[in-house]
Structure formats: structure tokens, C-alpha cells
């Protein structure tokens, strides 16, 4: 084990029991008005909670409005429609959580999730439109569905332009594929150019008219995002056949793009809160992904911003059970999450002591936690037999983040009863 490493952990560790024991990192995002908060998984209930509790004090203390999700545009506007009161026909957050239902719809469709959202529901509906907090979806899968937005808003709008026949245009290309991007994605090794034109035209389109556009209930933004999302989303899957680098770093540009077009939207002042994997928001230059050409949002919001914005938190776990499949697409299941590898980040903060801890880095103590070592990363498909050859992320864990919450024993979060899911990938 590393016993240097070990002892400085115990030596600037707080213990991370309770809610008033995030204070201390409350403080430390100080002025930041963007703050990252990461998972190790997608499937662990203690994560979900761990950033409701931290976007709670963000919203109310800080003045956060922004709740941006690793999730798909559409069905995240489902949810925002609902907490914003916009929605009168769904009664429970459950309800507008089974907008969710591409696969792994247990991401977001969980009743860890459902408690938040009714509480984001009930503080605003204390608040007038501009003072309420939105929830939004900035993932690229939404292809189909995004387009069908666009061209549904513009149809029952009328405008004035040609935006509607160049959303008819764009839903015409694509319509061939049966909503397989699979099958789009292969036709694009023959046809280079697909679809490309079309959905490029129509977010340019978009953009220059936005102005007519501006409605209630957010209708603008939903149009313009759901546009983006389809020129997007046809990048990244004709990149998806050609190159695993090129389709992430597609995704992960867009994922910025969109907290961009957020912050635009709603204001200057507007203070954002991301809720994506580690690997997503953990600055990609301080791992080995870099060595690969590879990019993220936390790594592009960095560069965007001035250092003192932008606060990244990263999570991780030493065991416990997770929700996770065997294989893309196959139904979810409890997986049991062995104790983590010998010598990893999350072997030595429990070495340190088996207790939840919350370790912040600044210009002091960096130093001490920035040599390599791997930390672990658990996706939607998981197998614990083969975590040693692709779990762990070699990184410098004080650059990659700006602070971490540990917690030493973990179990899987609890998906809603949803709709079969279609997977995608």
C-alpha cells in the first residue's frame, strides 16, 4: 500500500457522516459558478443521494439554478416541465421520471431521483419563473426523438420561413434507418456525407430566426437545444463506426456546447450544476485518456472558464452492490461490487480509515495527491470478474478534481417499475 499517500489522506480527510459535514466544501466552492459533480457509477444510490443533498444547499444557500444531467434532452424536459409547474397532468415526479425509458433508463427513472425532483417541484413553486430552478438533459443520444420535437413545435407554430420544410427535410433523411442508429451509422461508411447537410441547415436556420421563437413555458430553448441535439447526435454516430476517440470526444463537446447554450439562456448569472460520471466531469488532462487524444466536459469547462468558476467534485466507493447489466442493452441487475483493487485511489482511502470522507485540494496539499494512480470508473455494463483490465482510470486525483467524496461501503440505487427500455448506444 501507499503509506505516504495513506497518511496524508488521514491527515486532511474530514469525516462525511451527515449534511452539515458538506459545509465545509460548500465554503470551498466559494464564488464558482459552475460546480461538476461526478459518480464512480451509474447505478449507486449513495451517489444520487450525496448530490441531491449538495445541489439542495447549492440551490438555497448559493442561489444554483441550473440542474444539468447526463441525460437526454427530451425526456429531462419532461421532468423540468413538471417541477416548474408548466406540466398539469402528471401528479408525481414518478410520472415524469418515466420519460426516461431509452436504455439504462434506471440513470435517472430511480426513486432516489423522485424524492429530489418532488422537493425541486415544492421550492418552486414558492418562486416566480426567473428565480426557479430547471432540470435538463445535455447528452447527444436523442436523435430521433429530438427531431420529432422540433419538427412536432414547428409544425403546430406555422412560422413564417423555411425552417418547417428543412425539419421535414431532416426527418425525411433519417427516416430509412427505423430509428436504428445503428443502420444510420453503417449507411455513412458508403454515403459520407448523410444526413449531414439537413440537420446542419436546419439548427443554422433555427439560430438566425431564433428571435421569432421566444415564447412561455421555454419554448425557444427547447426548440433550439432539441435542433442541436440532431445535428449533434449525427455526428456522433457516423463518428461511432469510424472511431471510439472521435464519437467521445463528439459526445463530450456537446455536453459542453449545451452548458454553454444553457448559461446563455438563462443569464450571466445564472449558476449551473452538472451531474455526470467521473469520467465526464474529472478533468480528462489529468488522466491517461489524454494519451489518447481524448477530451471532457470537465476538461473543456475548465479551459472555458476562469479557475476560480468552475469546482469539479469527484465520488467513489470501496465496495457495496451496484445496479448494472451484463451486457449492453440486457436487463439490469444487482451486482456486487468487490473490495477495489490493491494499490487503487479507493483501496488507499480505505486504508486510511473504512469511514465516509470528504478530502478538499488546494495550492497545500495538491502536491500530495497528485501522483498517478488508477481510480476505479463503473459503468452501465459491469462484470467485477474482469475489473482489474478496464475499471481504473490512471489520473492525478487533486488535478482531475477539485475536491472528492468517499464513501467506504455502497449499495445499488432503486429503479422505478419503467417502460421496457430501448437500447441504444
Known amino acids: 500500500m501507499n503509506h505516504s499517500l495513506a497518511g496524508a489522506i488521514r491527515n486532511y480527510a474530514s469525516p462525511l457522516e451527515t449534511n452539515e459535514d458538506l459545509t465545509k466544501l460548500i465554503e470551498a466552492i466559494g464564488e464558482a459558478n459552475i460546480v461538476l459533480l461526478g459518480e464512480a457509477s451509474h447505478g449507486t444510490s449513495e451517489f444520487y443521494s450525496m448530490w441531491a443533498a449538495l445541489s439542495k ?26 417541477i416548474k409547474g408548466y406540466d398539469s397532468e402528471k401528479r408525481k415526479a414518478e410520472e415524469a421520471l418515466q420519460a426516461f425509458d431509452r436504455w439504462p433508463a434506471w440513470m435517472w427513472a430511480n426513486e432516489e431521483m423522485a424524492i429530489l425532483i418532488e422537493w425541486l417541484r415544492a421550492y418552486n413553486e414558492k418562486r416566480k419563473d426567473r428565480q426557479q430552478v430547471g432540470f435538463y438533459g445535455i447528452d447527444v ?13 414547428l409544425s403546430r407554430t406555422k412560422p413564417a420561413g423555411i425552417d418547417l420544410t428543412l425539419a421535414r427535410k431532416a ?10 442508429p445503428e443502420n444510420y451509422a453503417v449507411s455513412t461508411l458508403n454515403f459520407s456525407d ?26 425557444d430553448l ?56 467521473n469520467t465526464h466531469i474529472g478533468d480528462a488532462s489529468a488522466t491517461d485518456m489524454k494519451n489518447e487524444g481524448m477530451i471532457n466536459v470537465g476538461q473543456l469547462i475548465r479551459e472555458q472558464n476562469q479557475e476560480e468558476e468552475v469546482f469539479a467534485v469527484g465520488f467513489g466507493t470501496y465496495h457495496g452492490t451496484v445496479i448494472a447489466a451484463e451486457e449492453w442493452g440486457a436487463p439490469f441487475q444487482t451486482i456486487d461490487v468487490p473490495p477495489a483493487q490493491k494499490h487503487s485511489w479507493e483501496a ?37 470478474e474482469y475489473e482489474a483490465y478496464g475499471n481504473y482510470v490512471p489520473s492525478q486525483i487533486a488535478s482531475r478534481y477539485d475536491a472528492f467524496i468517499y464513501i467506504d461501503q455502497t449499495r445499488a440505487l432503486a429503479p422505478l417499475a419503467a417502460k421496457k427500455a430501448v437500447p441504444n448506444k
Open 222 to 277: 427547447n426548440l433550439k437545444i432539441n435542433a442541436l441535439v440532431a445535428k449533434n447526435a449525427e455526428r456522433y454516430y457516423r463518428a461511432m463506426v469510424r472511431s471510439d476517440i472521435l464519437s467521445w470526444n463528439i459526445r463530450d463537446e456537446h455536453m459542453a456546447e449545451t452548458i454553454n447554450e444553457l448559461r446563455s439562456y438563462h443569464g450571466k448569472d445564472a449558476k449551473l450544476i452538472v451531474w455526470e460520471h
Open 348 to 384: 488507499v482511502l480505505h486504508q486510511a480509515g473504512a469511514y465516509n470522507k470528504l478530502l478538499l485540494f488546494n495550492k497545500h496539499n495538491r502536491s500530495l495527491f497528485n501522483n498517478w494512480i488508477g481510480h476505479r470508473a463503473i459503468g452501465v455494463v459491469y462484470d467485477p
Open 57 to 82: 444547499r447549492l440551490i438555497t444557500e448559493k442561489g444554483f439554478s441550473i440542474l444539468a444531467v447526463e441525460g437526454d434532452w427530451p425526456a429531462a424536459q419532461q421532468v423540468n416541465r413538471y
Open 141 to 153: 443520444y436523442s436523435l430521433w426523438e429530438s427531431i420529432e420535437e422540433v419538427l412536432n413545435y
Open 171 to 180: 426527418f425525411s433523411c433519417f427516416e430509412p434507418f427505423n430509428r436504428q
Open 194 to 219: 448523410g444526413c449531414t447537410e439537413e440537420v446542419s441547415k436546419l439548427l443554422a436556420s433555427i439560430r438566425t430566426h431564433e428571435k421569432q421563437y421566444a415564447g412561455t413555458e421555454e419554448a
